[in-house]
């Protein structure tokens, strides 16, 4: 049962009004409307609880489960006690996590703004805004209606937000357009200088950078992640990306829509990322590549040249799957053979 | 000698005290009463100071020392000019470690709250607490006594720090119970929401997280460092382990105690790892997997599978250090090779 | 063109005043007095506007832009319509770098005090500082003239910050001197504490960090990124090097004049880094080795051992870039071969 002190629960659900959220089909159920008071996993609910299994790696918790109901796919329904309700979903985990919104949906801080707030006079507040203890909006921003600025944040000068987005505390925005519903969390950085810049033994000059970052609706980007402003283009995030902890994105970068980007991932300059790829953690794809829709990276590879829609790549440099499971399949066994040449 | 402007010395002590403080035998020591004054660096002492030696490779520098005592271990003793009063030590430098914070504690910043602070009628403060300009303290936080929290932090509802914690500046807590004498470094984000959803082409939906994070007693988490909370269960960090700066710690993750885990490190959800384990910098540990007590891996290794007890690993993916020094071996011949097929 | 509502445009220029500042030769230039208004890019410009293009590969572009001027290298020069005025230089990236700085100054935030900012009253603040919304300036803090500390910054006791500097917002500096013309960009941490102490089974104690850091004239320092102080030695980040986002500098790490440290590098303790060296993204370097003066790094690799002045490396652990290439085509060549065994 989550903490009450930092979670709070919403309401109670009937099991037949939860079937009919999730639209599952009711199993095994004598009465649809015994009332549900929380989640929890399979292996810890007690009566009155709602948990889910996956998949048959499960059926022993399944078995012994004290919950009121189950989610679970058909194939597994059988193996499940008597005792238990069942509803019946192909996709177990997305109907939970629907549910568990229901009982624990996202909580907005109270309406208003704070005393310490710093908010410019020519700052435009939407209805319903809460700015933080400390925040600060600066001349010509915009926040659409319930948008949210944690404490000791900064909204630069003309930032807009979009209706309903967060920004977490002691995060720092400028030179963005941010869409609605968007969540920028604790110590993000959108909008900053990329890293542009001519070098030689004269000195440094930097090149102006005068592009925007424009983050498109329900996009989240993580704690302590960057995303720099464009050089000239704009850096774009497209719409529902998700984006993770400490990872960087250079100027100019497009990530098209749907993408999930794990934590610590790089993105280098003007790289182009298709839609609904997905990019695992502490991953680099270097400036000026493009990877094609739908294109899955493995961890901690080196992606150095521009992939085709769907393709599985992995290893530094990157290489289809398959060939990078030889590879280390090859290594493996090198390292095997040189074992036998010592002894 | 350490910056007046930014280090305090905190008084002198004879050579017998000091002995004596770190269970050191005193050898070549006319005047145990002699008064030291400060610590130094064995090649930077002057008349005054203590130093230290660990190993036979700093013997040049110990005989021109002009140091008035030195840390050092019994086999090197005889190496030592007759000037130079000595210390005995099995472990040097665990010892001048004992002794440069009795020069130097750490230093706390002064009791009271700031002006600028905006701390919640119903938080709890202990006594002796210092909280900084700018800094949140929301609503049922509780900090306990002789708590620090630096300018611009942010410290969520219900929020517990223990007594003697330190939070550094613009660093932000929420969903977590912090220990007694841990560190929190500037920037650092704990309790954030951990990277949890279902998505598919229509739509993400976000899996609420509803678990803590728990920083154990004398944690220390570096600067801008990632610990998300759990999805359900809690977030993990035990006892006295000790975390670098930029590192990221996923949700569900149970660090155990003692474990060392250096900058940029990347530890993915639901991964469960061992006291004493020391994990080099910007290694990635996959989820789910466990790393038994005692484990060492190497700098940049992905650790994809569970590892046994005490094992030493190395490579992406890692496999035990002779394999993975093997494997390299066997790459740089490859390399060789084909530099001979070219002629 | 620039969003106008994030930057602002400085003045118009005529051909002959862009051409004489940049030193460059004017070609076919029928009104050098003609006004020009704009920068753009050579697919984008329209008549006003100035462009360059760098090499034959913009030679189509080049045919078809509507600017009014465009700087070239000479050996292009003849594939330029007639109607376009030309700048000849060899170098034309860096002087439309140039010609950029004088259309879109570097702007400077307003000067003045904000309200809620906490200055001590026993720091000192040059001339024309500007101080933004809850900053904090530390007790015998020294800010130069024309230094800006963006909202929610901390500059801790005794700080130095030389003449035309810029700290971004929510950024954090202790126990560090800091330059002229320096920029620390948002959430960047300088002179934290670094990651130093004696472990054992007996518990953790810490080694005390009693060096500074110190950060050259010229240098930037990119969002998000650490650079602990030295632990007795200082740390330094030599002059007019750029330090891009999400960076690691470990405690004593010297880094050498006009060296370009990439996004997510991170760089250990001890370890001593030339002039003029480049160390691309999430590159690791080993400590206390020393990297040549013009060493350059390939992305992703890992430095483990010294490497001599002018030595291009890849890899991890790195070898000179030649083997590290026949080091991947064997790799490669070792998947193919598995596959063909798998047949």
Request: glycine letters at 0%; hydrophobic letters at 30%.
């Given at each position: 049962m989550p903490d009450k002190r930092f979670f709070r629960k919403s309401g109670t659900y009937s099991i037949a009004d939860l079937a009919a959220r999730v639209g599952g089909e009711l199993l095994h159920?004598?009465?649809?409307e015994r009332i549900i008071e929380d989640i929890a996993a399979v292996e810890e609910a007690t009566a009155g609880d709602i948990c889910f299994v996956e998949n048959r790696r499960y059926v022993g918790a399944l078995a012994s489960s004290a919950a009121s109901v189950c989610i679970l796919p058909?194939?597994?329904?059988?193996?499940?006690?008597?005792?238990l309700a069942l509803i019946v979903s192909d996709r177990p985990r997305r109907a939970f996590a629907k549910i568990a919104n229901l009982f624990y949906p996202e909580e907005r801080a109270p309406t208003g703004v704070a005393a310490s707030a710093a908010v410019d006079a020519v700052a435009h507040l939407g209805e319903g805004v809460s700015i933080g203890p400390g925040a600060v909006i600066s001349a010509g921003a915009k926040l659409g209606d319930g948008v949210t600025v944690g404490a000791n944040s900064f909204v630069g000068e003309n930032v807009e937000v979009g209706a309903g987005s967060v920004v977490g505390e002691n995060a720092s925005l400028s030179h963005c357009l941010i869409g609605e519903r968007v969540v920028i969390y604790p110590g993000a950085r959108i909008g900053t200088c990329g890293f542009g810049f001519e070098a030689d033994e004269a000195g440094v000059i930097k090149m102006p950078q005068l592009g925007r970052a424009i983050i498109e609706d329900d996009v989240e980007i993580g704690a302590n992640s960057c995303v720099d402003r464009g050089s000239g283009p704009d850096t774009v995030i497209g719409r529902g990306t998700m984006i993770d902890n400490l990872v960087q994105i250079g100027h100019n970068v497009q990530v098209g829509k749907g993408c999930i980007i794990c934590g610590q991932a790089g993105i280098a300059g003007s790289a182009k990322i298709g839609n609904y790829v997905v990019i695992a953690g502490q991953v680099g794809v270097a400036g000026h590549i493009e990877l094609g829709d739908g294109v899955q990276v493995a961890a901690q590879s080196g992606v150095t040249s521009t992939t085709a829609p769907g393709e599985k790549i992995g290893g530094a440099?990157?290489?289809p799957m398959r060939d990078f499971r030889r590879q280390v399949a090859a290594i493996k066994s090198l390292g095997r053979r040189n074992k036998d040449l010592e002894k």
């Open positions: 159920c004598r009465d649809p058909r194939n597994i329904a059988d193996r499940a006690p008597d005792s440099p990157a290489v």
